[in-house]
């Protein structure tokens, strides 16, 4: 008796897909190792200040919360091939990403004002800048991200036929959304 081959399945995904999950999980890993040594020094206790953290860190985080609502119905638009909500979606949330840096500066300003430093005795004011500092960083790549996206909207070159670029940028966005949140309520409530 012969016996048929069987087939196999295959699972393929794109390798840029592939590479965003891997800076994913970097970023994760970096965030992970920064928030266990913030509690490992807590609970040592040496030159750790207690303070409130800036009123506009709050502001921040309802405005990545927003700027993820405006990447998803952009994302949703170009699944419909809706190409000027599209552009408007990726408009609003640039302007809430580039909002996000202003509120991050404003909050860094309120910590110097409350004469919380970056250096100095305080180990605790140094893991704020250093974890917001971060994070912002990496809300500026996906400001970078979100720029070459919306000249390539523009150029008509997203839609639902080509959403490798858009599907990529809102997994980035999202995710820096979502560790902007984390990191908001540890530090908090850490």
């Known amino acids: ?5 069987q087939q196999q399945e295959e699972y393929t995904v794109h390798p840029l897909k592939f590479i965003l999950w891997m800076i994913i999980v970097a970023i994760v890993m970096l965030f ?17 200040l207690e303070f409130q953290l800036p009123s506009m860190f709050m502001v921040s985080t309802v ?3 927003l700027s993820s609502v405006a ?6 638009s170009a699944k419909r091939d809706e ?7 990726l408009i609003a949330t640039l302007l809430f990403g580039l909002s996000f840096v202003g509120l991050q500066y404003l909050g860094w300003k309120q910590l110097v004002d409350n004469n919380v430093y970056f250096t100095g005795f305080s180990v605790s004011a140094s893991f ?4 917001s500092g971060l994070h912002l960083l990496h809300i500026v790549g996906g400001i970078v991200f ?30 820096v959304g979502v560790l902007w949140v984390y990191l908001y309520f540890f530090m908090t409530y850490a």
């Open 1 to 5: 008796m012969i016996q048929k081959p």
């Open 32 to 48: 992970a190792g920064l928030t266990s040594a913030y509690i490992v020094k807590k609970i040592d206790g040496k030159a750790w």
């Open 63 to 65: 405005v990545v919360i």
């Open 71 to 76: 990447m998803w119905w952009s994302y949703r």
């Open 83 to 89: 190409i000027e909500r599209v552009k408007m979606g």
């Open 128 to 131: 704020v800048y250093v974890i």
């Open 146 to 175: 979100l720029g070459i996206l919306i000249v390539k909207t523009f150029q008509y070159k997203v839609h639902k036929k080509n959403m490798l670029s858009i599907a990529l940028c809102s997994t980035y966005w999202h995710f």
